[in-house]
């Protein structure tokens, strides 16, 4: 299993959406609010179906919608807010190619299904939230 | 809905939030604005965070608690400071994060509390000062902020009564922000005598009248109290602390619920500030407010058959509100749900 962290995340989405680190890391931070709000609001808490295409998408959660996230944390143009949303899209999608099986951290687990044998650009995924906190 | 739990049945689950500091105007400007005035706006993740976990606090309590069925929010405070410099845009915005339908992002995620009349708050000094400040005391005839919030939200004292359990909860808005007429003063707060001595008599009047215990919870801004261990912050705390709390200890309110202090802390009040009563003080931390050192914060409270717990939430900094600590109090009073 590949283990993706938020500093691996920061770095690739700096570099490549062209943006300082302590604005990816906000990016970054964005999509992981994005995507645990879109869990929450449908009840999510076990595996749910995606496909590379849409790493990161859920059924409630669609790219304008991240763009959304992405611009309403930081001083992002529309411009950068996209490509933060693509960069870790794509960083996702060839982390999954490499290995059928990436934790991403305080995200989930992405895998691919059992029994696909390759990774096209619109192959189902499987993701697995990490659970909530109990109350103490 | 029963409960498992050896404080008897849940009867209510009320959520306390505070210094939600909604700020349009200032927005993704953290370090010019703190400059200025001294205060950073919300954080829109921070606000998606909040509105995913008031979507799980249900199922967690169900789980935690073993409840036959899913208890909802009864009840959301907002305990001031609901914007950060008093826009007329921004007690929209806050106003439709509580109550509306959920609002946020036009093509994004739909973000909000909708918890319509079940949210209840009180203004703070930044939903005010543009009003109370001396040096702009002129400019309230050309823009008086006091009728922006009006707008949204009821003038104080403002009193709710809703039952749970058999018993009359009374909320008691109270405006902390009285008396504020110099800069050196502006983030400390008062109580007018005339308008506790009101409170009290009408208090007593409805005690008189109700045939049902009546469990008493006071709403304000400015912290009365800080624990012994927390350091005493003379430029923020309310001006007349001591006299508030005894004045709200003497006509048996059973907890005061306030913000401002971006920390969270509870107690029992002690003597003598109690004056012979029992009365609980939480404060709740700042839920939204960007960049705060101290973690971002809101409470739950869990009003059962015999005995209130308070679960916090903090921010894990990356995703989520956890639920971190939990606190039982037993009610010194006797039960609220118990006519004594």
Redesign the interface.
């Known amino acids: 299993m590949k283990r993706i962290t938020i500093d691996d995340l920061v770095g690739k989405i700096a570099m490549k959406a062209g943006v300082s680190e302590d604005l990816a890391r906000v990016g970054t931070l964005c999509i992981g609010v994005g995507i645990d709000h879109a869990l929450a609001e449908t009840g999510v808490a076990g595996e749910v179906p995606i496909k590379t295409t849409g790493a990161f998408l859920l059924p409630n959660l669609t790219r304008e919608g991240l763009i959304t996230m992405v611009m309403g944390g930081g001083p992002f143009t529309r411009l950068q807010a996209e490509q933060v949303v693509r960069s870790a899209q794509r960083y996702l999608v060839e982390a999954i190619k490499e290995d059928p099986s990436v934790e991403v951290e305080n995200l989930g687990l992405f895998q691919v299904p059992p029994g696909t044998v390759d990774i096209g650009p619109d192959s189902p995924l499987l993701f697995q939230p990490f659970s909530f906190h109990a109350i103490p | 809905m029963k409960a498992r739990d050896e404080l008897g049945n849940l009867e209510a689950v009320i959520a306390h939030v505070s210094d939600l500091h909604f700020c349009d105007l200032f927005c ?2 953290e370090d010019r604005l703190s400059s200025v005035i001294g205060a950073a706006p919300h ?3 921070l606000l ?2 909040l ?3 008031f ?2 606090i249900p ?3 169900q ?2 608690f073993a409840l036959e069925t899913k208890p909802r929010i009864d009840m959301v405070i907002a305990t001031g400071d609901l914007t950060t410099t008093a826009n007329p845009i921004a007690f929209e915005e806050v106003n439709n994060f509580l109550r509306g339908s959920k609002y ?6 739909k ?1 909000g509390l909708e918890m319509g009349p079940n949210a209840l708050v009180v203004p703070g000094n930044h939903d005010t000062w543009f009003t109370r400040m001396g040096w702009q005391y002129w400019m309230r005839r050309i823009v008086d902020r006091s009728e922006a919030y009006e707008k949204y939200f009821p003038k104080c004292p403002d009193w709710n009564i809703r039952q749970f359990g058999g018993a009359d909860f009374l909320f008691i808005g109270v405006n902390s922000n009285k008396g504020l007429r110099g800069l050196l003063n502006i983030s400390r707060g008062r109580i007018d005598e005339a308008e506790l001595a009101d409170i009290a008599h009408r208090l007593v009047t409805y005690k008189d009248s109700s045939t049902r215990r009546v469990f008493t919870i006071i709403l304000l801004h400015h912290h009365p109290y800080l624990p012994a261990d927390m350091d005493e912050q003379e430029l923020t705390k309310l001006l007349n602390a001591e006299e508030v709390l005894r004045a709200l200890s003497s006509m048996h309110a059973d907890m005061v619920l306030f913000g401002h202090r971006h920390e969270s802390f509870e107690a029992m009040c002690p003597p003598p500030l109690s004056h012979g009563s029992s009365l609980l003080v939480s404060c709740a931390g700042s839920a939204s407010q960007m960049g705060e050192r101290k973690g971002n914060s809101f409470k739950i409270y869990l009003f059962f058959h015999q005995g209130i717990r308070i ?1 916090k939430y903090t921010f ?1 900094g ?3 509100f ?5 606190f039982q109090f037993d009610y010194p009073n006797g039960s609220p749900f118990t006519q004594i």
């Open positions: 993704n400007t954080y829109y993740p998606a965070a509105d995913a976990c979507c799980r199922t967690q309590l789980s935690r946020v992002g036009v093509d994004g995620p973000i679960i894990d990356c995703t989520r956890n639920p971190v600590a939990s």
